[in-house]
């Protein structure tokens, strides 16, 4: 039996709920990188980076192809990084919403 959408929906939203995976694709909306530009953005080890870029291949997330001895990563579609965009735009405006609530609380104060 064919998985529902929802929880298809859900499983992704699993799969972007960790920092790292987060920042990789941020970084990778830049455009492909090799393991070591990834590392040398982000703070953490090399076995936990390639643990999190793991996760995001088996999710269709990110591809990776070879450069020689070398490993290049990008994003799987333009469509994540549109995802990557939409969130940005949604807590943009989460943050604005939450500023002025603060304003008019101290204003009230």
């Known amino acids: 039996m064919p998985v529902p959408l929802y929880q298809a929906k859900a499983e992704l939203f699993k799969t972007l709920g960790h920092p790292l995976r987060i920042r990789v694709l941020e970084l990778l909306c830049e455009g492909p990188k090799q393991v070591r530009d990834l590392l040398s953005a982000m703070e953490v080890e090399a076995p936990n980076l ?3 870029l793991a996760v995001l291949r088996r999710a269709g997330l990110v591809t990776a192809r070879r450069d020689g001895a070398t490993v290049v990563y ?6 994540v990084s549109e995802l990557m965009r939409a969130a940005r735009a949604i807590l943009t405006d989460l943050l604005a919403d939450q500023r002025e609530l603060l304003e008019e609380l101290e204003q009230a104060g």
């Open 74 to 79: 990008e994003l799987a579609g333009a469509d």
């Open 50 to 52: 390639s643990q999190q």
